[in-house]
Every structure is written in C-alpha cells, then in structure tokens.
C-alpha cells in the first residue's frame, strides 16, 4: 500500500520561504509521477508543480520562478521549495504519485502566509 506523508507546513510571513516534504512508501518515487497541488478554503484542488519519472517539470503560473520541486530518490522524497509566499498561497498542500493506473495521495499539510 502506498503512503505518502507531507510535512514542513507552517505559519510564514509574505516574502517568507517554507520546503514541504514528501516521504513516500511503498512505491519507488524515482518510478511515480510526482506532483504538488493545494486546495484553499472555498476553491477547487489545483496543481501547483510536477515533476515526472522522465525528468520534465511543469509548474501553475501563479508560483514560476518562486517554487521549485525536486526529489531526492535515495530518501524517496519530494520537495516543494516555496519562497518568496504570498497570502494566496495559503492553503492546504498535498502530494500526488501517479504510477501507471494507480493515483496516490497524502493527507496534506497546511500552508498559512499571513503577517
């Protein structure tokens, strides 16, 4: 079975960074598709970046140049370096892996940019 676990959520202030965190088990994340997306209050779940088993990334306009997704498949991890926040990247973020047929995703963490 799949897990997927995210951390690194917090309260920041506009301008602030946080890294989010994706430890992933029972799946070999070098093998998965991997994707950020987040869902604020009232608002649909959106795809924030992805990053695929190929290498290519994508990412929402809203966050170019101000996130990055990577991973680290020695630790089976994916990373979403968030910088420069502002308060509509507040939300609740989740990690997708998708492997074939299969969808996995985690139980998310909260995202709060406010001063």
């Known amino acids: 079975q799949v897990q997927l676990v995210e951390s690194g959520g917090g309260l920041v202030q506009p301008g602030g960074s946080l890294r989010l965190s994706c430890v992933a088990s029972?799946?070999?994340?070098?093998?998965?598709?991997m994707s950020w997306y987040r869902q604020a209050p009232g608002k649909q779940r959106e795809l924030v970046a992805s990053?695929?088993?190929?290498?290519?990334?994508n990412y929402a306009d809203s966050v170019k140049g101000r996130f990055t997704i990577s991973r680290d498949n020695a630790k089976n991890t994916v990373y979403l370096q968030m910088n420069s926040l502002k308060s509509e990247d507040t939300a609740v973020y989740y990690c997708?892996?998708?492997?074939?047929?299969?969808?996995?995703w985690g139980q998310g963490t909260q995202v709060t940019v406010s001063s």
């Open positions: 997708n892996a998708v492997f074939r047929w299969r969808t996995s």
């Open positions: 029972g799946t070999i994340v070098s093998m998965n598709d």
């Open positions: 990053n695929t088993s190929g290498g290519s990334t």
